[in-house]
């Protein structure tokens, strides 16, 4: 049976890639989405993946999302917790909303979704989780306290709950971007965006296949003796 993999916020940017590449290397694919059904049903026209609507910063939904991609396509042997969103502001101009939406979101839904899944895979004696974290989780950055906070916690995140599943064949990693020609990156302002491409060694964003690939690679066969790790795609921007 093929191993199945939700991928959520799966259906544009980074997290479309990984869908299509998932899809591609003969999993299953599962991708969650926020809220556009229509974009959602242009995606499924356009790759055959199925995709599934759900909050992923609400606990309650996403037990009952992978409850129904469970029934629906069998097992989660997978999860790539994907989405992700920004607040942006300095700290003085950042509201209490916008700092716990992006915890919310950003980190919490990393851990409805390890609850809806993780221990149906260490029953099963295999299982793959990748997170994607940030460079900007790494080195932190101006006017991001709310989405540095979230995407650092992801990385402790990530090496607390590996050492949960390493006997059970269940691995966890990080996967922390650097700038990535998406949607995301598109809202940076234009001065701003050539200023930190300015600082990036190999001279250009980052392309979203090239972080699918790093995601593909964590979950398969070969990874299984890597857990806990986080494997940084940034073109040389932060190297630690
Ligand atoms: P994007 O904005 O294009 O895509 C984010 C996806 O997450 C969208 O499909 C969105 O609908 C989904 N999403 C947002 N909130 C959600 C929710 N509550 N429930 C379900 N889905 C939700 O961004 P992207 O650039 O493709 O980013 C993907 C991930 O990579 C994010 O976690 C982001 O923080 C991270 N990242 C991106 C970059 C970059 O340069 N683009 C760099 C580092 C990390």
């Known amino acids: 049976m093929t191993k199945v993999a939700i991928v959520t916020g799966g259906t544009r940017g980074i997290g479309e890639a990984v869908s299509v590449m998932l ?25 055959g993946i199925q995709t599934f609507r759900w909050n992923v910063g609400d606990h309650e939904a996403c037990l ?8 629906k396509l069998g097992p989660i042997d997978i999860v790539i917790n994907n989405a992700g969103i920004t607040r942006d502001g300095i700290l003085s ?14 980190l919490g839904g990393c851990f409805n979704m390890a609850k809806a899944t993780f221990a149906g895979m260490r029953e099963r004696g295999w299982g793959r989780i990748v997170n994607i974290g940030s460079v900007n989780g790494q080195a932190g950055q101006y006017g991001q306290v709310n989405y540095a906070a979230a995407k650092s916690g992801i990385h402790g995140f990530t090496k607390a709950l590996a ?7 269940v691995t966890v990693n990080a996967i922390a971007p650097g700038y990535v020609d998406t949607d995301m990156v598109s809202a940076v302002p234009a001065p ?49």
Not at 163 to 169: F, R, T, V
Not at 192 to 216: D, M, N, S, T
């Open 23 to 47: 899809k591609e290397l003969g999993f299953t694919v599962a991708a969650n989405y926020a809220g556009n059904e229509e974009r959602a049903q242009a995606f499924t026209d356009r790759t």
């Open 64 to 71: 009952d999302g992978c409850n129904e991609v469970a029934e």
């Open 93 to 106: 101009k950042m509201s209490f909303d916008d700092w716990n939406e992006v915890m919310r979101i950003n």
């Open 163 to 169: 050492q949960e599943g390493a006997k059970y064949g």
């Open 192 to 240: 701003v965006l050539e200023k930190i491409v300015g600082k990036i060694p190999v001279g250009r964003l980052g392309q979203a296949p090239e972080i699918a690939r790093g995601v593909a690679f964590l979950c398969s066969e070969e990874a299984a003796f890597i857990t806990g790790s986080t494997l940084s795609i940034n073109g040389g921007q932060h190297m630690y």
